[in-house]
Every structure is written in C-alpha cells, then in structure tokens.
C-alpha cells in the first residue's frame, strides 16, 4: 500500500505539473511583409550572445572591462541599453523570446536540461531567423550553443535556417576556455568569406560557466571581459560597419551566487549594445547622452537594492520588432516586443517612421484581438509617437499576462486525486503505526504539516522557507528540554549550537542576504577552511562506532572496514584539494604536496611533466577512482551481508550509511565540507539522547529527522529558487562527452547532500538489535508515512495555492519554482532516497 500511495501521489503531482505549465499555444504560420517606404536601413547582422552578460558586466567602471564597446559608447558609434529578461532566466526560454519576440513559458526552463527533447523547437514557428531566411532569402551561418540548434532544426523539407554550423555543448561548466575557443575559432573564415552571408550568430558560454563555478566577481571574468572585447573590436574593423549592425547581448544576467533562473534584478538585467558607424550619426539615446564617458563612473547601482539599471531600460523581447524592422522584414506573428524608439530616428521622414510602426501595432493587434486598437492609431505629427509608444507598452503587459493556457480538466482531477491520496495516507499512518491523534508524536507531526501547509500561501514565505525550519527546530529542542525538565541539558545545548552554526554557513534565503556568513569567510580564509575539511573528512571518515556490537571480533571485517573507509577517505580529500588548485583556488603549500604526491602513485602520473600538469591531469581520473572504490565497496558489503551466517542489519545499515556520507562529502562543495562535521555531532547526540530518555522510539526519530533534511538543505545554500542549483559538483568524474542522465543524478546529489544524509539518521534507530527480517520489513513501511503525510498536506495546500493565486505577480518567479521543487522533493527525495537504498539494503539482508 505504502508503494502505492508513493506512486499515485507523484503521478498526480507530475499531471498537475502538466496542466500547470503546458505548452503555449501560438499562432501558426509566418507573418507576410507590410511594405515599408525605403530601403532596409542596414544589409548585414552580427549578433554576438555572451552567455549570463549582466548589466554592469558592460557598462559598470568597478567591474567592466569591455574597453573597446566603452570606446564606442562614448563616441555614439553604440547605443546601450538594459534590457529586461522575463524569468525563467535560464538560456533556452530567453533564446525563444529573442527569436520569436514571445513571452516565456515556465516549462522551458525544465526542458532547457533536456538534451533529446524536441518540443522545444522553433522549426514551425515564425521568427525573426525564419523570416531572414525565406522572406529576405539572407544566408544565416550560426557558431557556439547548440541550444540554437535544438530550437531551429532543419524543417519537413530538409531545409535548414543555418548554412553553416557549429555547435558546442552548453552543460559542461567545468571548462571556461575551450568552449569560447571553439566559436572564435571560425571568426577567421567568416572574415574572410564576408560576402557569402548576411547573418553570422555567436554564442559564448566561457562567461556563464566561470560564474556557475566561481561567480560573478571571479579572478577570471576581468580575462573573459578582455577576450570578449577583443572578439567584438575584431569583428568590428573588419566588417563594413556602415552598413552593418552588430548586436552584443547577454541572454540574462546572473546572481551574486554566479547563478541563473529566477527572477532578482541581477539575474533578469542582461547588458545590451548595438554597434554601427551609421548610430553616430544620430542623437545617442537620451540616457546615454548624460554619460560622457564609459564605463559608467557614477556607478547606478543602490547598494541595498542592487537594480542592475543601467542607461535605458528595455524588454529583451523589444530586439525581435527593432531586428525585423532595420531590415525591412515582417515582424514574427507571436512577437509581444515594442519596438526600441530610439531607432525610429534611422527611418527618416515621418511617413517612414508611421510605416514602420504601424506594422508593430497591427501584429500586436492581432495576438490580442481587440477590435478598438485599429480606431486609435493615429500618428499625424512626431509628438504622437510616444503616445502610440505608451499604449503600445500597456498592451504588451496585458498579452503576457494572458499568454498561459492552463489545462484545467487536468488540474482540477489531478488536484482531487492529491486531496483523495492525502486522506488515504492519513488512514494508513493511523492504522500502522497505531498511535492516537493525541499522542506527541502525532501532535509534532501534524502542527508541522499544518504549519508548513499554510505558509506556502505566502509567496515571501516561500522565500524565506528556512525561517520556518529553523524555528521548528528550535522548538522542538526546547520542548525536549522542558518535557526532560532539564535533564542532559548539556547535551541539549550543544545541539542546539551545532543548529545554530549550521544555520549561518550560508544565505539561504531569496529577500535578505548576509555578508559574513561562514562560508563567506572560510572562502577568504583558505588555510583555515582547508585544515578544518581535513578535521572534518578524518572525523566523519573514520567515525565507524555507529551500530558496531561490542563483541565485534571478526578481524576481516573490521579491516575491510579500516581499509575502506581510508581509501575514500584520502581520496576524497585529495580530490577537493586538486578540484581548488584546477580551478585557481588557493590551498596550504603542504597539501599541494600531497595532491602531487598522490597523483603520482595512485594514478601513476608521469612525474617528468611539471606539476601543473600532474595535478590538472589528475582531476578526472581522481574522481573516477573514487566512484570505482565506493561502488566495489557498497557491492562488497552488500555480498558479506548476503552470506553471512551471522546477520547483523543494523550494523550493514550504518556502515553502508557511512560510506555513502563520504560519497556525499564527495558531491559537496569545499567550503561546505565543513557542515558534515556538525552534522556528525548533532547525529550522535540525538542518537544519544533517544536512546536514554526516549527508548529508541522509531517514530520519534523519523520525525526528528524530517526538519533536519529540511532545514540543512536549505542551509547547504538551497532555496526554493532555480537560480541557487549549484552545478558545480554535478560534473565530478565527467568528460566533455557526458551522459545527461548521469549529470542530473550527480547534481541532484550535490544539491540534497544533506537532505540524504539525514534521511538515513533513523537508520541507526529502526534497524538496531536483532529483530527478525520480516519485523524490519514492517518498520521500513512504518518509517515511511510521515513524509508521505508531511508532503501530501503540504501539496494540498501548494496545489491549491497555484490554482487559486495562478493570476498573482510572482506566480512564475515564486510559486512556479516551488512547485518544481516539490515535485523533485516527492519524487527524488521521496520517492528515489527514502525508497531505494532502505529496500535494496533489506533484500540482500
């Protein structure tokens, strides 16, 4: 039943989910030409898209260091702009709305990891690539993320967009040179056969990555801002830039993690440039005109609020009516963008501008259908225009507000089926673990699912999830404390220390961000944060005491379990040392010594290379011997459990769960490595203190283990945001030629590291003693509902909060992502980590 209930509840959280974010409908066919007084105003385009390109990447002094596009920008040669990126800020759905000038759809920012799926692609919908392609028959030759490439195949004929192609994988953020080299590469031909095309498009992704890796005030993006520059001053001086426009443009920002995907003002603040001797011309952009010389000296950015608002402020989707007007084209039938008024001054007379207009007014007329925008177009003088301007603007805010179908047959069924397998898991907990609504451990329960149930109304709630755990946490230790009137005290204290250490190691929050938060500090204290990973890693690595019998004499045993547990140990520690030296991390001159000398033996590394080369060549193999030793552990242990005629589960069960914590280390960034040593000690005096006062109570430990996986997520630096998914360890061990689905497993890993770990703490409660296997059968299945009643009253609530407030301002910034990360809490977390590892470890005992 229990097996049961799992499977319907995700089923239907994920048809919800399906009804929730369905794909767009959107007109079909390609806009035809309006003819348009005068030739196009330029003949050739470049477009230059640097992969997370913030705002004050290019324009801000403190930062920037695109000296030559500064150059242009100060002689009037560049017209700058902020251009808004509507969340999802992740690549595939701002690549949309800068091609098709729509508005993004949410589930594109899942099936931007999806590197087999096609129905993300473009091929049957008007775009500004399609229309300079078949109606202004221009040659289109494409180099960098092959994202494009997903988005524009070739069509039903066998007609491709591109004449030339090259694409390069954007997943893997392990490398920040390669994959630029690969696009500027091609920049040599190109100059050369610059009469045959019209169209060149690159897409650097060297910038993103060294933000996902490292941030976005890393030693290495002053180098990337150079190379970009210079890529940009070559094209420019060899091109025919009077009658060329060149585009220079981020696809969205980043946050101050170097992360993307949701909504705060560094993430949706791409920087935006246009580049032509013919802008020079004309009057810069008024905002423009107030900065004499760039970078931007008087720095606009509030130090509290952090806008990113640099010059003019535009919506990225803006560039897809701008493009096609310049060129004389029809603008793409689901463009919701308004045209950049500045460029209007490039059309001429008055006649031409209305023209170009018009043809802006009546395709927005057509997406919104309303029949008395035709009467109220009327442009007699240039004062008129920014009025038509104006209303132009309130209509594309009233169009993307409309622009999501929802499915609600779908949700409406899938929402009754959650109700119908919530009150069904509410009978099954009742009726296994046989305990009263009255009982403290079901009052703890149920006010924790209530509460957290109803705070996902709010959407700064959900923002600040953390704060509700924290506080549950808090309340339950000092309940424990009065219910034991004080008895352990000291024991009580010190968990409650470790607590409160874990919660400041990092910014967990998405409203409120803290400077001095102690990963903060250990990153600019690398000897200090080193020394304590390697007291951390020799604690945890060899704190094999848990579930040991104390007549334990079986000498093999105990020394497969030494030689294991150093093995992955050592290699563990040399493998984050050796991660931090590739990556220009600093690291105690001794344990460079010891990474070299460790490449050396186990990898039997040339030691006539120099070091540089020994350690950076020793990355990859590194991380592959230690997944090799940890399966070849786990396997064996799993075959002595089998065969052994003494059967000790709760002993294989804390031993396996002692080599998958260092596993976890493993996935785990450096300057987080630290947590687990807390974690080790508020394991063990929980442990502890269930076994004095509370008799090893199963239940109790299940549901004391509940906010602690929360709680110690979101204090790893999760939220409930998709711009915190860290990448970084979700490439461990992996070539540029990787598997997706190993990648998403490992970075699942790396992000519920914690989560795991305390998933497995009643373990050491449910399957201590000799019970018979069948009884450990029946504790599993009990152990099992309280997360179940925990997530089903929660997604009640969540579900029914989408529904309800599906119309509300942060309805895609803020509820959208929870429910995501929902449906990886009951499915991953729920599903694959309370489930599998418990089930597999059981058969073979």
């Excluded at 180098?223 to 060149?246: A, C, F, G, R, S």
């Excluded at 460790?598 to 030691?607: E, M, S, V, Y």
């Excluded at 075959?639 to 002993?651: C, D, Y």
Aim: charged share 20%; glycine share 6%; aromatic share 14%.
């Amino acid at each position: 039943m229990l097996l049961l209930l799992v499977l319907a509840h995700a089923i239907a959280v994920l048809l919800f989910g399906c009804g929730f974010f369905p794909q767009k409908k959107v007109l079909d066919g390609h806009a035809e030409l309006t003819p348009l007084n005068g030739p196009p105003v330029f003949d050739k385009l470049v477009i230059v898209v640097i992969d997370a390109l913030r705002s004050d990447f290019l324009f801000d002094k403190s930062i920037s260091h695109f000296d030559f596009i500064h150059e242009k920008l100060t002689e009037g040669s560049a017209w700058g702009f902020t251009a808004y990126s509507n969340p999802p800020t992740v690549t595939l759905p701002r690549l949309k709305g800068i091609t098709t000038g729509s508005t993004p759809n949410f589930l594109d920012a899942i099936l931007n990891v999806a590197e087999d799926d096609t129905s993300s692609s473009l091929a049957n919908q008007d775009s500004w690539l399609w229309q300079f392609r078949h109606t202004g028959n221009k040659r289109l030759r494409f180099f960098g993320d092959d994202t494009w490439l997903k988005l524009f195949p070739s069509d039903a004929n066998g007609t491709a967009i591109f004449d030339e192609v090259e694409g390069t994988n954007s997943f893997f953020v392990s490398d920040f040179t390669q994959v630029d080299l690969n696009v500027t590469r091609h920049i040599e031909k190109q100059l050369k056969d610059k009469r045959d095309w019209d169209v060149l498009i690159l897409h650097y992704l060297g910038l993103d990555h060294i933000g996902h890796k490292d941030g976005p005030y890393s030693r290495f993006m002053a180098p990337k801002h150079e190379e970009m520059d210079t890529i940009v001053q070559k094209l420019y001086q060899n091109l025919n830039m009077d009658k060329t426009l060149m585009v220079v443009m981020g696809d969205h920002g980043m946050n101050d993690l170097g992360n993307h995907g949701g909504s705060s003002a560094g993430e949706t603040s791409a920087g935006l440039v246009f580049l032509s001797n013919k802008l020079k011309k004309f009057e810069p952009p008024a905002n423009q005109a107030v900065h004499k010389h760039f970078p931007i000296e008087d720095k606009p950015i509030d130090n509290e609020e952090k806008t990113f608002r640099y010059l003019t402020n535009i919506q990225q989707i803006d560039i897809v009516p701008t493009l096609s007007s310049l060129f004389g084209l029809p603008i793409p039938k689901n463009n919701v963008g308004v045209l950049i008024p500045e460029f209007l001054k490039l059309f001429g007379k008055l006649n031409n501008k209305k023209n170009v207009i018009k043809q802006n007014w009546e395709q927005l007329f057509h997406l919104s259908k309303d029949a008395s925008l035709l009467d109220r177009f009327d442009i007699s003088k240039e004062d008129d225009i920014k009025g038509i301007i104006e209303i132009m603007r309130g209509l594309q805010g009233e169009i993307a507000k409309t622009a999501t179908n929802y499915n609600y047959t779908l949700l409406i069924a899938s929402y009754i089926s959650v109700l119908i397998i919530t009150l069904l898991t509410y009978y099954m907990f009742f009726k296994t673990e046989k305990v009263s609504l009255l009982d403290y451990r079901t009052l703890i329960l149920f006010s924790i699912s209530l509460v957290m149930s109803l705070s996902v109304f709010g959407s700064s709630f959900i923002e600040e999830e953390h704060q509700f755990w924290w506080w549950i946490l808090t309340g339950l230790i000092m309940s424990s404390l009065m219910y034991l009137r004080f008895e352990s005290w000291e024991a009580h204290v010190i968990v409650f220390l470790c607590l409160r250490v874990i919660r400041g190691w990092n910014n967990s929050g998405q409203k409120y961000t803290y400077e001095n938060v102690i990963s903060s500090i250990l990153k600019t204290n690398t000897e200090s944060q080193w020394y304590l990973n390697l007291l951390t890693i020799v604690f945890v690595g060899f704190n094999m005491k848990k579930g040991m019998l104390k007549n334990e004499t079986e000498f093999f045993t105990g020394l497969f379990e030494f030689v294991s547990s150093f093995l992955l140990s050592t290699i563990l520690f040399s493998y984050k040392v050796n991660w931090s030296i590739v990556n220009g991390e600093s690291v105690p001159e001794i344990f460079y010594d010891f990474v070299l000398n460790t490449n050396k033996i186990l990898l039997k590394t040339d030691a006539s290379l120099p070091d540089n080369e020994i350690i950076h060549d020793g990355l990859l193999p590194m991380a592959r011997l230690f997944f090799n030793i940890f399966v070849t552990v786990i396997v064996c242990k799993l075959a002595l459990v089998k065969f052994s005629k003494n059967k000790n589960i709760g002993k294989a069960f804390s031993e396996i769960a002692h080599y998958i914590t260092i596993f976890l280390m493993f996935q785990t960034s450096t300057y987080n490595l630290g947590l687990f040593f807390f974690f080790e000690i508020s394991n063990e005096l929980i442990a502890h203190l269930l076994a004095k006062h509370y008799n090893n109570d199963a239940l109790t430990s299940v549901i004391i283990s509940i906010p602690l996986q929360f709680f110690t997520f979101f204090q790893n630096g999760g939220t409930n945001s998709i711009a915190t998914v860290d990448l970084s360890n979700a490439y461990n061990g992996v070539s540029e030629n990787y598997n997706i689905y190993f990648v998403g497993l490992l970075m699942c890993v790396s992000n519920f590291a914690p989560t795991i770990y305390w998933s497995m703490f009643p373990w050491r409660i449910t399957y201590n003693g000799q019970k018979t296997l069948k009884e450990k059968y029946s504790q599993f299945v009990k152990n099992k509902y309280p997360f179940l009643v925990l997530q089903t009253t929660i997604g009640s609530c969540l579900l029914a909060a989408c529904i309800i407030l599906r119309y509300h301002l942060f309805i895609w910034s803020v509820f959208s992502p929870k429910l995501c990360y929902y449906l990886v809490w009951t499915i991953f977390i729920g599903g694959f980590v309370h489930l599998i590892p418990e089930m597999v470890i059981l058969y073979f005992a």
